[in-house]
Structure formats: C-alpha cells, structure tokens
C-alpha cells in the first residue's frame, strides 16, 4: 500500500504525531506502514536478527539504538530476511549499512545515517517496549506511517483518504 503522510496528517489530526525531521528513506519501497514492534538495543543487532526471523506481515520494526553512529544496526541480510518474512518496513534510530543493496529490496527503510562498521552480538537489548525518540513515543501495537515526507505514528491504523 502506498501511504501519504502529509494526506494522513489532514485526515487525521486528532490522531497522529510527527516525528521529527531526522530521517532518510534508504529502503526499496519509499512508503510503508504497519503495527509497531519496537526494540531498544545500543550497538548490538541481535535483536534486529531475531525479529526479521519470523513473519512480519502487517508490521514495521521500530529499533531505537539510541541514536548511535558508531554501528550500523541493519544490514543487506537482515533487510533482505525481512523482505522475505513480510515485514512492511523498519525506522531505525540509528545508522544501516549495504546502502546500494537496501535500496535494492522490497522493504520500506528509514534510518538517521548509513555506517560501514557492524555491530557487537551479545544479545543485549529489549523487545516491545515503548520507546521514544524524535519527539514521539513508539508504542508496540500502535502504527506507524512512513514516506518520503517523514514518519508519523497513530494509535490506531490509518486508511489513505479518498
């Protein structure tokens, strides 16, 4: 499904917040959205390689790394896993690598910066937590919206105007 945000924004003021202009788009698919399914985690993927194991179908990963730049939390087989197993897409609050090759495949992708440098595998982190960054709170099972104009979350899902 293609999404608009800034049509979503007019229909749905009451519901949604925007997230701050922080972001770029580096995926496939330049618009996606889906319930959330949040991790927190600090320079460590191992979580990130977990969740893009099972089916994500309907559902956008939010990874809050805490902003880091030092690592990247997402790579071309993580992105391509995911692309495989459903996933709409993933906002990482962080950095990604294998630019050329995310932006190959069929996987929306937002993140802060693209690093060449892996990150630790030590399995430490946290899944479906609230999370919060870029002036909003991700709350797993609430939705998110992302396209080339930003990245906005709702309560509830959104359907595209007429």
Known sequence: MQYVTPDLCDAYPELVQGVEPMFSNFGGHDSFGGEIVTIKC?????????????DGKGKVLVVDGGGSLRR???GDMLAEKAA????????????????????QTALGVQA???????TD????????????FGGVTFRPGE???????????????LQMPA
């Open 112 to 118: 802060l910066a693209s690093h060449l440098m892996n």
């Open 84 to 103: 495989k197993n459903g996933w709409e897409g993933l906002v990482v609050y962080g950095c990604i690598r294998d630019v050329d090759v995310i932006a």
């Open 121 to 132: 595998k030590r399995g430490i982190g946290d899944l479906n937590v609230a999370v919060t």
């Open 143 to 157: 939705y998110v919206y992302a396209d080339n104009n930003g990245i906005i979350v709702s309560p509830q899902p």
């Open 42 to 54: 600090f320079e460590d993927n191992s979580l990130v390689k977990d969740q893009v194991d099972l």
């Open 72 to 74: 990247a939390l997402l």
